[in-house]
């Protein structure tokens, strides 16, 4: 009989691995590919949309442009998985078999028990969420005047809440609009946990757009109106954008995998194998083992990276084959703020941290690369301007 193989998730980690699947199988086995959306979002770019948002014909690829004619694709929610029968259960659809899984359904965002985070904050996970921000944007700045300009606050100043603060301030200029923008982090610098050179020419380029930025407090609790930051200090907001953390899905809460119970996401080898040897997980979905004390980071460049690798390894398990180990290989960070990036240790580039014309040009083709690879370089070439 002919083995069935699914794969959960259209993210970086799905969408990848489907493609190196496809070449691995070549028609070995069938794959059932299970996603919310019918398309794939570079969500690296998403923020985008908050100031453009017809910027989503570009970052949005639909899943029949990805995967072949004969992998079979369901557009539904999952909301269980049964690792004893072997099945995923689906809002809306019948269950699916399986004879091997891959988990690569993703994060949602973490409130941390922050009190009236969750049900004033909007947040940056989806094309949705990056429309709904942009919207609220236009209406508060369409409210304010320069008298009584709209403040949006973003809390996390990680690369998701800089390059949010960076759009906004693009929207801001665009279109003459009356807005504060205020950036809450509550380490002591942006991008925690990074360089000090990077941290200081995001820093630089934050100011000179005018971002207010407060890092070595952090939110305490969040009303209709105000957030409360610290002992002391206090934000009033029109718009408050939150993106300080990921935790899994809830449908991966009650699944019986090996799994870090604060927040749901799997233990997995470097060869992405789970305690039960028929589930795969990769990408935010999982932690993975690397050399040192450290899992895998939870970033799209190592989700990328960790596909090609994934969708051989599960052909390799339905061969019966050893699997391959994976290891994660830094090739440096570039962010975005606004129109302007910076770069840092790039792999490659003799200029450890840099920002103009060649970060710009690079960021815009990381982007391109992986729309080029995930479905060919007349897209890559559709979405350039918009990178």
Not at 56 to 73: C, D, G, L, R, Y
Not at 263 to 281: I, L, M
Request: glycine share 8%.
């Amino acid at each position: 009989m002919t083995e069935n193989v699914v794969v959960l998730g259209a993210g970086y980690a799905g969408a990848g691995t489907i493609k190196s699947l496809e070449d691995e199988l070549d028609g070995e086995a069938d794959i059932t590919w299970i996603s919310e959306t019918d398309y794939h979002l570079v969500l690296h770019e998403s923020h985008r949309c908050i100031r453009d948002p017809s910027v989503q014909e570009n970052i949005a690829i639909p899943v029949h442009e990805i995967k072949q004619p004969s992998t079979a694709f369901i557009q539904d929610e999952v909301v269980g998985i049964d690792t004893e029968a072997q099945e995923v259960d689906l809002a809306d659809s019948d269950t699916v078999e399986y004879d091997y899984l891959l988990v690569g359904l993703g994060s949602q965002t973490a409130f941390f028990g922050i009190d009236g985070l969750k049900e004033h904050a909007l947040t940056l996970k989806s094309l949705d969420d990056a429309l709904e921000i942009h919207d609220n944007i236009q209406q508060a700045a369409r409210e304010a005047s320069t008298n009584d300009p709209a403040q949006v606050v973003i809390g996390g100043a990680g690369l998701s809440g800089i390059q949010t603060a960076g759009e906004v301030a693009e929207f801001r200029d665009e279109h003459n609009a009356p807005i504060d923008i205020h950036l809450v982090e509550g380490l002591d610098q942006v991008l925690p946990n990074s360089d000090p050179e990077l941290q200081g020419a995001l820093r630089k380029r934050l100011e000179a757009a005018d971002v207010n930025i407060k890092c070595g407090e952090f939110i305490g609790e969040v009303d209709e109106e105000t957030v409360y930051i610290g002992d002391e200090d206090e934000l009033d907001y029109d718009v408050l954008v939150w993106t300080g953390g990921i935790t899994g899905r809830d449908c991966m809460q009650d699944v019986d995998l090996d799994k870090d119970e604060r927040n749901h996401r799997v233990h997995a080898e470097g060869n992405f194998q789970t305690d039960d040897e028929r589930v795969f997980a990769i990408g935010d979905s999982a932690l993975i083992d690397q050399p040192g004390d450290q899992p895998a980071p939870p970033t799209a460049q190592a989700a990328w990276q960790a596909a090609e690798v994934a969708g051989e390894n599960l052909a390799r398990a339905v061969r019966g084959q050893p699997l391959k180990t994976w290891t994660h290989k830094d090739k440096g960070t570039v962010v975005s703020v606004g129109e302007k990036a910076v770069a840092h240790d790039v792999m490659n580039m003799p200029i450890e941290t840099f920002g103009g014309l060649p970060a710009k040009l690079l960021k815009k083709a990381i982007a391109a690369r992986w729309i080029n690879d995930v479905t060919g370089v007349g897209r890559a070439a559709k979405a350039w301007p918009d990178m």
